[in-house]
DNA sequence: CAATACTGCGATCGGTGTTCTCGGTAATAG
DNA sequence: CTATTACCGAGAACACCGATCGCAGTATTG
């Protein structure tokens, strides 16, 4: 009945009694960051990051209670490079939009961030983005709930765009006719559009990230000065 | 240099040489739906499927090449359950907006379908729904690449919607207090917008789903008749 | 100083995806 | 009609995973 908190940032790092961690959270995190960089989420194993660390699995559950927490930690991490010291400008749109571009970035130097597999806990650092974003829609007139939507629509929108632009450029290294991945169960005959339309999208045409600034713009004045 | 085909659609289901398969693929794929639906994604694992069809995990191999196919099919079976019977009424906007609020319930029916790792290659039924879409768009203006681009958008419109009802609905029956998740880490000094934000929104507000179905047709005759 | 509460960590448990292998079976080739 | 060939089922095993337990050692508290 009285549980304890469930989140990691309602745990304490540590106790106040016994001898001091050989380790951090953040360093931990940190490795596991690293390890998630190069081998993608799924390398992501308490004994690969204890043995990065020289330590044993069994370790790391001094500094978190389950795999999951780590993730929560590791998106909260990466959170944090998202650049909020920019000047709010006073322009709802422009400042989202900006801040927009700056989180997507950060999804394409991080791409397991979309292989999550719930969407995280938002820690410190999220809070942070989170409080910058509410500030700039400031200005306007929407309700509470209604600020709170827009922006995780504009996530939403990041991280749509993130996986595309991911995916165009896991599949740009590869020969263009081997890898009609996403047309392998398309029949000319009964889809005839589909083939037709992948058939006519070889180029990476243009910039995808012109598309997504000028969609984030269109949706956020959409919402924001409209009822 | 030469390798077989990497997704499970062009791969046969079946040899021609040997005895007959005592099962289907869409046999093992409509057992691991609802393994899936009862017990989340996590419960879709090959022991507990083949358990649950009287064999051995190692049977499954003949059907299926690794976890993650079976997982596609999976996918692309829910995809079935989309209705594609609708009479298309000419106005692409309306029409695509009527696919979405479908699309959307099958993600409320199986809600693992926001955990899969990586968005699955699809199968014909997926490509049934690409075809539909894209015939929806076809009094339309737009380039082959945008219209894809556009049908990319509202899918993901719909998951982005799917997970905040879902995550409602699931959040819904504890109790208001103790369920703050949201705002573990948001302190009241750094974060009052925050802080101010989560405390407005106690209410389900309204009903999420004519905002759903708002935001899709604002975003819809944005793309569809703009440049 | 004694009690206490913590840390590090080897050993271990139950579960996972996947492969190997082998006996049996059905379609095909000669 | 027989021999070959390619397939099917499945038991056993491998490597790995997340997580727990218990114990020796250590710093803080009273």
Known sequence: ?????????????????????????AQITAEAVAVADEGGLAAVSMRQ??????TGPASLYRYVSTRADLLDLMADAVSGEIDLDVALTGDPVEDLAALA??????HLDHPWLLDLPTEP????????YLEYALRALEPTRLAHPARLETIGLVNGLVTLFARTEIRRAA????????????????????????????AASPGADQDTHVLFERMVRRVLTGLVEGP
Chains 1, 2 share one sequence.
């Not at 009945?1 to 959270?25: L, Y």
């Not at 571009?101 to 950060?106: G, M, P």
């Open 1 to 25: 009945m009285e549980d304890e908190p469930t989140t990691v940032w309602n745990r304490p790092e540590r106790g106040a009694r016994g001898p001091a961690p050989e380790r951090s959270r």
């Open 49 to 54: 990051v204890a043995r990065r660390l020289g």
């Open 101 to 106: 571009s700056r989180a997507k970035r950060t």
């Open 121 to 128: 806990v938002p820690g410190p650092r999220g809070m942070d």
């Open 171 to 198: 599949t740009e290294g590869d020969s263009p006719s081997r890898t009609r991945v996403p047309g392998a169960a398309a029949t000319p005959d009964r889809h005839p559009l589909v083939t037709a339309a992948l």
